[in-house]
């Protein structure tokens, strides 16, 4: 256009405004516009959502309800597609696995999303169950019924206080924890990730979402999200199968299952993940009634569900998501998918489901309204890169002993014919497979997935510990199977347990027994005459009652992460033990699933556990 006469010189003006204005960050958007609603910090949170989404096409709402996996996506893809969030599956890391790659690997996806017309920031999701678990060097903190046995709600809150600290030194502000479940077979992998069988355990325990959150959503610098999970009864199912089916009456479901989703919803946690899991046959991916129903509707979640990982997949139970179970999860009420590889398809069939009017716009937008409201409370559009001033917190000094008081608050201890404290001076034989291992005091979710013996990460194991306390003028000797041990000492401490595991992986069907390996080391150790305490690492009660009667002390140590001297501290008694069982320990296999008032006698009840005195 060539600007000569008045009008056309008008029609210039605004023909260059518009230009200048559409290559100008949106950020900047100023003239007769004024300040862009949705980036003024001063509004109302509810205001910047509705502006926002106003602004928002079908394509940017559909990549914000969309969570790929790291390494199925590109940075520029995350631009492309508008996705809302990236996630970490259980160890997946940048490589090599270090703090300042977690950051810059962060960063990379953030500055991605903030080239968008929008510049909506993503949540970066993460398993962080005990501690910054996938990070090598993190502070790893005792398994959630470690803590059940501590009985130590503020101390719980403390410890998501710290691990959001060096969550948030790599930038990632999404934790898929507190797992809430509340675990009635110890057959189930997953036991482990419970704080107890009760409801009141997990109940209590909700005060991590403080320590996660801060006093609200995106209140200090190192607020993250945190997520129940999951929802619900995922701890309830048939033989303890992981993603199996809970075969209860409401009435029971909403008694066991349903209290600490009550707890975390009160405490305002900002997500809640559904669980793989059925109920009376029905997939909870598709339940309407209690992801809408009863969670947002009768408890009043006012933040976003997620699903679990290619959960929408399982809906049907035939390999590969279709379009009618994408529509079944999210008029269900899930918001965000959980979509690692196939997210291209999945953007696709929900595009799909609401061109075709299976999937209301009312449902897009009011999942799209949670997950903004999220991100606007968080503090993201103001904050949205890594803030590397915590960079130091991880592993560090302060939260490592943190971690170690964790620890000692977690020790059970079940049995002692006067063998504990044991004394400094001791003649002391350390045996067994779990003392002298990070990986296997630490347990699965721990720098990958499943977990791994081996020195994974920097700690303390609990061998090391044994030597710290007894100190110099002890005589501390190990040997892994027990050879070499003889009468001139004055006790021996054998280590055993179970080998790292997370989820299905560690369902068990068999007799709950110490492995060959195990039960040898400690026949060795007992040979030889000398007193005989075994420390149990276990992500679960193993059946001990055969042997427990050749032991002179049992303690449950659970799996206790990085801190291992925690370990040692309860066996020298410079910790009282305060553990008490969050479980109730069966006889045997048989009796599975067994629990507090069922009427069974175990071997310990539940609330079981010696102090010294
Ligand atoms: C897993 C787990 C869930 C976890 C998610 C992301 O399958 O069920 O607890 O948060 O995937 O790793």
Request: charged letters at 25%; glycine letters at 12%.
């Amino acid at each position: 256009m060539y600007c000569s006469s008045t009008p056309v010189v008008r029609r210039c003006l605004a023909l260059g405004m518009s230009v200048v204005l559409a290559l100008t960050p949106i950020g900047a958007l100023r003239a007769d516009m004024g300040p862009v609603r949705y980036l003024d910090p001063g509004r109302p949170v509810a205001s910047r959502v509705d502006d926002l989404l106003a602004r928002m096409s079908l394509d940017d709402k559909l990549g914000q309800m969309t969570q790929p996996e790291r390494r199925h996506i590109e940075p520029d893809e995350v631009t492309r597609f508008r996705i809302g969030s990236v996630l970490s599956g259980g160890g997946s890391a940048p490589s090599p696995n270090n703090v300042r790659n977690w950051a810059d690997m962060y960063d990379g996806f953030q500055r991605a999303a903030l080239a968008a017309p929008l510049r909506v920031p993503i949540l970066y999701g993460v398993d962080a169950v005990h501690g910054h678990n996938n990070v090598v060097g993190a502070t790893i903190f005792p398994h959630n019924i470690g803590l059940g046995a501590a009985r130590d709600p503020e101390l719980v809150r403390r410890i998501g206080a710290a691990t959001a600290e060096e969550m948030t030194g790599t930038g990632v502000d999404w934790n898929f924890a507190p797992c809430v479940c509340v675990a009635r077979d110890d057959r189930w992998g997953r036991t482990y990730e419970s704080f107890g069988e009760v409801p009141e355990l997990p109940s209590s325990m909700t005060t991590i979402i403080d320590g996660l959150q801060g006093s609200a959503l995106g209140r200090g610098p190192t607020s993250v999200l945190a997520t129940a999970k999951h929802y619900v009864g995922d701890g309830g199912t048939a033989g303890g199968r992981d993603q199996g089916d809970v075969r209860l009456s409401e009435e029971d479901l909403r008694a066991v299952h349903l209290p600490p989703f009550r707890e975390a919803v009160r405490r305002a946690v900002g997500s809640v993940m559904v669980s793989y899991s059925s109920w009376n046959g029905l997939k909870m991916h598709q339940n309407r009634y209690l992801i809408t129903d009863v969670l947002k509707g009768e408890l009043g979640f006012s933040g976003f569900v997620v699903s679990d990982y290619n959960g929408i997949d399982q809906i049907d139970g035939a390999p590969g998501f279709t379009r009618k179970e994408v529509a079944a999860a999210i008029n269900a009420g899930i918001d965000m998918v959980m979509v690692p590889a196939e997210w291209r398809r999945f953007i696709e069939r929900l595009r799909a489901a609401v061109e075709d009017g299976t999937v209301p716009m009312a449902r897009i937008d009011d999942a799209n309204r949670r997950i903004l409201t999220k991100k606007f409370e968080l503090g993201l559009f103001e904050r949205p890169m890594a803030d590397r001033r915590y960079l130091g917190t991880i592993g560090g000094a302060a939260h490592r002993a943190l971690a170690r008081r964790a620890v000692a608050a977690s020790q059970v201890v079940l049995k002692n014919d006067d063998v504990l404290p044991l004394d400094e001076g001791d003649r002391i034989f350390v045996a067994g497979r779990g003392a002298d291992d990070i990986g296997l005091q630490s347990g699965g979710w721990t720098v990958t997935w499943q977990g791994a013996p081996g020195a994974t990460t920097p700690g303390t194991t609990i061998l090391q510990g044994i030597r710290e306390a007894a100190g110099g003028s002890a005589t501390v000797t190990y040997a892994r199977d027990g050879t070499g041990i003889d009468r001139s000492y004055d006790v021996a401490v054998a280590v055993v347990g179970e080998q790292p595991y997370a989820e299905y992986e560690g369902d068990r069907t068999d007799d709950l027994r110490l492995d060959d390996t195990d039960r040898e080391t400690i026949g060795r150790l007992r040979a030889a005459g000398v007193p005989v305490v075994v420390v149990l690492v276990s992500g679960r009660p193993l059946n001990v009652t055969s042997e427990l009667p050749g032991w002179d002390g049992f303690m449950a140590s659970w799996l206790p992460g990085t801190e291992g001297a925690g370990v040692a501290d309860v066996l020298f008694g410079d910790t009282d033990p305060s553990g008490r069982l969050p479980v109730t320990w069966p006889r045997s296999a048989a009796q599975e699933p067994i629990n507090a008032g069922d009427g069974q006698r175990p071997l310990f009840p539940l609330g079981a556990g010696l102090g010294y005195d």
